[in-house]
């Protein structure tokens, strides 16, 4: 069964520009999560989706968004890019309902570099 | 808030040694509690876990018991190898959000 799948694996961009990140969940999985993993500041939740709809955001600002297609795969846009935004990027997913486990499988993550 | 404290690293070790590497945690509620695992160069890998109180969660030799009463999970491992040289990431889910909150993860470096 095919893990979770995460492109590009690395992303180089300019101050002030935009990104997008993509993320396809394990099959069978609704739920996508998107962290940000920045050096000396651990891991960060970012945003949860659920069956197409934003269920929870982390303390990120709004230049930070994103969205779930029907298909359950993600996208993460990060708009007028600053360099702190540099950082790796981890996409997870799980399942829903009411015999979720809470576990969640990470993707291999994008790792953006903003100069 | 909920919050998930563990010890810092790095830590090193010689080969077939044992390991703990400790987590504590605060949370509202009954959280899940995992260890997850990153090798270089790669995303995380869930390598335990525990939904209750005196839950034991294990695999590939590594073990934690979720303690309740002094709200810990901590990690152990009775004979390391090189090949367990990663950065190990203690994390709680509760209810609300469902996201995963984490330490800032112990780095360990086994040394044959």
């Known amino acids: 069964e095919a893990g979770v799948t995460q492109s590009p694996t690395h992303l180089i961009k300019t101050r002030g520009q935009q990104a997008t990140l993509r993320c396809s969940p394990i099959?069978?999985?609704?739920?996508v999560y998107w962290y940000q993993q920045a050096l000396g500041l651990g891991l960060q939740f970012l945003l949860w989706?659920?069956?197409?709809?934003?269920?929870n955001r982390g303390n990120f600002p709004p230049r930070f968004s994103g969205r779930q297609f029907p298909n359950y795969s993600s996208e993460l846009n990060v708009n007028a890019l600053e360099l702190e935004d540099s950082a790796l990027y981890l996409c997870?997913?799980?399942?829903?309902?009411?015999?979720?486990?809470?576990?969640?499988?990470f993707g291999p993550g994008t790792r953006l570099t903003v100069t | 808030g909920d919050s998930v404290t563990q010890m810092e690293g790095p830590v090193t070790l010689s080969e077939e040694a044992f390991l703990t590497i400790n987590c504590t945690y605060t949370?509202?509620?009954?959280?899940?509690l995992f260890w997850y695992v990153q090798y270089p160069g790669e995303g995380l890998q869930l390598l335990l876990k525990?939904?209750?109180?005196?839950d034991k969660g294990s695999n590939k030799g590594f073990e934690a018991t979720y303690r309740k009463e002094t709200t810990s999970f901590h990690l152990e491992k009775g004979s390391v190898q090189v090949s367990d040289s990663a950065v190990y990431f203690c994390?709680?889910?509760?209810?609300?959000?469902?996201?995963?909150?984490f330490g800032k993860g112990t780095s360990l470096l086994v040394t044959p």
């Open positions: 525990a939904t209750k109180a005196d």
């Open positions: 949370a509202t509620g009954y959280p899940s």
């Open positions: 989706y659920d069956e197409g709809e934003e269920r």
């Open positions: 099959s069978g999985h609704t739920s």
């Open positions: 994390a709680l889910s509760v209810n609300s959000g469902y996201a995963l909150n």
């Open positions: 997870a997913s799980s399942t829903t309902g009411t015999r979720r486990s809470y576990e969640q499988y």
